[in-house]
């Protein structure tokens, strides 16, 4: 396989390199293998690196990946929960769970859009009713 072939196979893993903030350093072809070696925020992220590898292909004997822990680099922001529950208490109101979560009350809609199989009425919560919190935009 050339290059090409290689990143479009490994496509996953170059995408999830380039957005958890890995200084990549050679990225070749060496022996009809991909070769990628670069450097890493934390080991968590390298882990996440060998995950998306073993997932693309569990041999992985077109690949030759090495990573170091570099704590100089930037840390990226841990990925956002594609979405919560929340069980309403007391005093609940939509506004004031959405600027619990997202920081800005004015939200509140995007709650009541997630939850419409369950609310009628924005203004209208009840104490124990489990909503789903949509991730931030």
Known sequence: MDL???KSKYASVLELIQNRGVSLTHEHVQDDKLV????????DIINEIWTEIK???ATY???AAEFTVDSSLPQPEPP???????????GDSLSKIAK????????????FEA??????????????QELVIPAAD
């Open 80 to 90: 956002a929960p594609a979405e919560q529950k929340y069980t309403v208490v007391s």
């Open 4 to 6: 090409e072939e290689l």
């Open 100 to 111: 619990h979560f997202y920081g800005d009350g004015n939200k509140y809609m995007k709650i």
């Open 55 to 57: 997932a693309v292909d």
């Open 115 to 128: 939850n419409k199989d369950q609310l009628d009425d924005p203004n209208t919560i009840q104490i124990g």
């Open 61 to 63: 004997s077109d690949l």
């Open 36 to 43: 990628l070696t670069g450097a890493a925020p934390n080991q």
